[in-house]
């Protein structure tokens, strides 16, 4: 029992209320799945030419469309959601209030954190019926279904997490909105983008020293495994990674390791460090080191 009122999370509970129950609710999730699933019929229809017959293959390819249009909605919705939530208090004035009763620091932002994602999260599993209708003509695995879902939770985790520590950095939402999706949109193109060039700048010194059988180093399958796009790309065994899963070239570096699995591990660290700060930041009053005496 006491465990249970220690985890009781009065700000999250509050939040859900406010944001569930509004009338838009209902309409946002109604058209989400009417977009998403226009496009998923639409692209059956296409395919199959109104036929009967369809191809296994053709499904993993229109499997791995909607997967990567569910995953570009999720990097470009939770910035915003989660840019304003502790700032948008500020704003109101409302923060010094919070931050005066019983409710901890760590409550106050995993409250808000969680809150601020809980409609998305909502959103994304509402589309499983949709994935269902296509996992049922074959071509991918349950494993990759679940990957998928378990790819989207943990983007969305640590994309929040980021947003809720600028949110904290930033007096203001607005500025904190746009920090947060250029800080998004830099970190999905940066991450291959310096792989490519690190890719090339190795290719130019192989040349310039007439090396035509060195190992290929692995970092650039690193940065490319960091990467949302390639990452969902390597559950379906898709993307630039030759070293990585110890199935590439000899000529590569073998690192036995998913893409997926770094990919994971990468954003749980995020996470945990974008947290861990917006907790520290927004006590009000923060515990020093007792000096000792010398």
């Known amino acids: 029992m006491n465990i249970l009122q220690r985890l009781r999370n009065p700000v999250l509970l509050n939040e859900l209320k406010l944001r569930m129950r509004t009338k838009r609710s209902p309409w946002v999730i109604t058209l989400y799945l009417l977009v ?12 199959t030419g109104a036929g009967s017959y369809y191809d296994p293959n053709q499904t993993r390819g229109l499997f791995m469309m909607l997967s990567l249009l ?18 948008g208090e500020r704003e109101r004035q409302t923060l010094s209030i919070l931050l005066t009763t019983n ?24 589309t499983i019926p949709l994935y269902a209708i296509i996992f049922l003509y074959g071509g991918v695995s349950p494993v990759q279904l679940l990957q998928v879902f378990g790819f989207y939770v943990v983007t969305m985790l640590g994309l929040g997490s980021v947003g809720v520590l600028l949110s904290t950095l930033i007096k203001r939402t607005g500025i904190a909105t746009v920090v947060s999706y250029a800080l998004v949109f830099g970190y999905s193109a940066g991450t291959s983008v310096l792989a490519e060039v690190i890719r090339e700048m190795i290719r130019y010194q192989w040349r310039v020293k007439n090396i035509t059988n060195g190992i290929f180093p692995i970092w650039p399958d690193l940065l490319h495994s960091l990467n949302p796009l390639f990452a969902m790309l390597g559950i379906f065994g898709e993307g630039p990674f030759r070293g990585l899963r110890g199935s590439g070239s000899t000529n590569y570096t073998i690192l036995p390791l998913d893409p997926y699995v770094i990919y994971c591990l990468f954003f749980a660290a995020i996470t945990l460090i974008c947290l861990s700060l917006s907790i520290y930041l927004i006590k009000p009053v923060k515990s020093r080191r007792r000096k000792t005496a010398a």
């Open 70 to 87: 569910q995953l570009a909605m999720i990097c470009f919705v939770v910035p915003g959601l989660t840019a304003g939530v502790i700032s």
């Open 103 to 126: 409710i901890s620091a760590t409550k106050l932002i995993l409250g808000k954190w969680l809150a601020s994602l809980s409609f998305m999260t909502f959103l994304v599993f509402a």
């Open 36 to 47: 998403l699933g226009t496009v998923a019929l639409t692209f059956i229809f296409l395919l």
